[in-house]
């Protein structure tokens, strides 16, 4: 079945840096790629999704990028700010919600 | 709309006590279905609903029952507690099982003592 790895588990930057979170999956059949950001106390919300004949998606300072070949996909978080700190998940599924697997988190936290 | 709705927020059971943590969406979605999360776990499928009726399992299903009379409730129950079960625990839904977007309600952090 689909595994999902994600890297780092935590991650700490400086307010305005940059933030990469990483992950990688199994299945070559996997065809979309979200990801969740959730916040203390909140249940994850979908923040960014991209499918596999994409390679890069952008939405303000948010982008995911993904790479079929290496069978990875990454999230980049530009000029970061003090909401951005959080719990972001990535997921990846090929056919269906109820087969949709994600990755173990990564706590990003934002320094001042 | 108030999206997903989950109660209650916390809870705290003795071994062996049984409860349903319940679940609602007012979004007319077909798709429902539990996680629970554990920390470096990620989220994990305990069971799903692809419309009312219809159940089926996830991933981590033992311990846990579901039903789905109607389109808008999705009762989690949890048979006899175990400490094994301390977690917190989300429902979701989506629009049908092949709408990959997912609305997560704001869980239920649960300890079994």
């Known amino acids: 079945g689909e595994n999902v790895e994600q890297h780092p588990s935590t991650l700490s930057v400086q307010e305005g840096d940059s933030a990469v979170i990483k992950c990688t999956y199994s299945d070559s059949a996997s065809n979309y790629f979200p990801w969740y950001k959730q916040e203390l106390g909140k249940g994850p919300q979908l923040i960014i999704d991209?499918?596999?004949?994409?390679g890069e998606k952008k939405d303000q300072r948010i982008a995911v990028t993904l790479n079929k070949t290496a069978k990875h996909f990454s999230l980049h978080i530009t000029e970061t700010q003090p909401e951005d700190s959080a719990v972001y998940f990535c997921?990846?599924?090929?056919?269906?919600?109820?087969?949709?697997?994600f990755g173990s988190g990564t706590r990003l936290s934002i320094r001042p | 709309n108030a999206g997903v709705t989950q109660t209650p927020e916390f809870q705290v059971l003795k071994t062996g006590q049984s409860m349903t943590l319940q679940c609602a969406q007012d979004m007319n979605h077909e798709y429902m279905s539990w996680y629970r999360q554990d920390p470096g776990m990620g989220l994990r499928l305990i069971h799903y609903?692809?419309?009312?009726?219809?159940?089926d399992q996830g991933e981590v299903p033992n311990g846990y029952n579901v039903s789905r009379s109607t389109t808008e409730d999705f009762p989690l129950r949890l048979l006899s507690a175990a400490p094994s079960q301390t977690s917190v625990y989300f429902c979701a839904s989506s629009y049908d099982d092949t709408s990959y977007e997912q609305y997560f309600g704001p869980g239920t952090r649960l300890t079994v003592t």
């Open positions: 609903s692809v419309g009312a009726g219809i159940t």
């Open positions: 997921a990846a599924t090929y056919s269906s919600a109820s087969k949709i697997i």
């Open positions: 991209i499918r596999s004949n994409v």
